[in-house]
């Protein structure tokens, strides 16, 4: 696979709102929460798409693992305790252990 930018049309370049292909959040909610940070005053949109994208992976990753443990449970819906346990079962989920016990 190809390293670099991510693919942007030649339309976002002039202006006008980037459509970035594969992305299902939009990535201008994740610029404008970003700058929401005092300490962070100009966001790039290359590093709001990058942002972005891993939040997409991040959330993915998350609804997998809890959809198998609502599975396992006998249940289609995914519930709190299912979320929870799926991030009980990651180390690497451990920074969200105060939001999710």
Same mark, same amino acid.
């Given at each position: =696979?190809k390293?670099?930018?991510?693919?942007?049309?030649?339309?976002?370049?002039?202006?006008r709102?980037?459509?970035?292909?594969?992305?299902?959040?939009?990535?201008r909610? *994740?610029?404008? %929460?970003? =700058?929401?940070?005092?300490?962070?005053? #100009? *966001?790039q949109? @290359?590093?709001? #798409?990058?942002?972005?994208?891993? %939040? @997409?992976?991040?959330? =993915? =990753?998350?609804?997998k693992?809890?959809?198998?443990? %609502?599975?396992?449970?006998?249940?289609?819906?995914?519930?709190? @305790?299912? *979320?929870? @346990?799926?991030?009980?079962?990651?180390?690497?989920?451990?920074?969200?252990?105060? #939001?999710?016990?």
């Amino acid at each position: =696979k190809k390293r670099g930018k991510p693919n942007i049309p030649a339309s976002a370049r002039k202006g006008r709102a980037p459509a970035v292909k594969g992305l299902t959040i939009p990535f201008r909610t *994740v610029k404008k %929460a970003m =700058k929401l940070d005092p300490d962070i005053p #100009i *966001v790039q949109n @290359e590093a709001a #798409i990058m942002t972005t994208m891993a %939040a @997409e992976l991040f959330l =993915k =990753k998350l609804a997998k693992e809890s959809q198998k443990t %609502a599975k396992n449970r006998g249940r289609n819906t995914i519930r709190y @305790e299912d *979320v929870a @346990e799926a991030r009980s079962n990651d180390p690497a989920m451990s920074f969200l252990k105060s #939001i999710l016990p």
